[in-house]
């Protein structure tokens, strides 16, 4: 399994960000696995961020509800992360993982199955 995650490195304050996680080796829709986005600010631990179920199914962190959404276009094995209203606070590596649902929200690296690369993604004017 190999996830890899695509999308602009700058974004301004105040706009949104989108990301898409592009999964090949399995099918998004297997059962039992869960699709997430965890970050990492510098100098920071990882932070989970939310996920999309094989069901289509959506879990956020409560920190960000207000702000995430989490999609899926199955015809392409991808799930896409948009984060609205950003602030540098928002400044950060972003991961896409998948698990089963036991360690869905972990912020330990080990719990989750397959990583993608990151993507550094700065918001700054």
């Known amino acids: 399994v190999q996830l890899q995650e695509s999308g602009p490195g700058l974004v301004k304050p105040s706009q949104t960000l989108s990301l898409t996680c592009t999964v090949s080796?399995?099918?998004?829709?297997?059962?039992?696995?869960?699709w997430n986005w965890i970050r990492q600010p510098p100098g920071k631990g990882l932070e989970w961020m939310g996920a999309?179920?094989?069901?289509?199914?959506?879990f956020y962190s409560p920190s960000l509800k207000s702000r995430i959404s989490i999609s899926r276009d199955t015809s392409k094995n991808q799930f896409i992360l948009q984060l609205s209203s950003v602030t540098p606070e928002d400044t950060a590596v972003y991961y896409c993982a998948t698990s089963t649902w036991a360690s869905v929200a972990s912020p330990n690296r080990w719990q989750y199955d397959y990583w993608g690369p990151g993507i550094q993604v700065t918001v700054s004017s």
């Open positions: 080796g399995t099918s998004i829709t297997t059962d039992y696995y869960y």
């Open positions: 999309v179920a094989y069901s289509g199914s959506n």
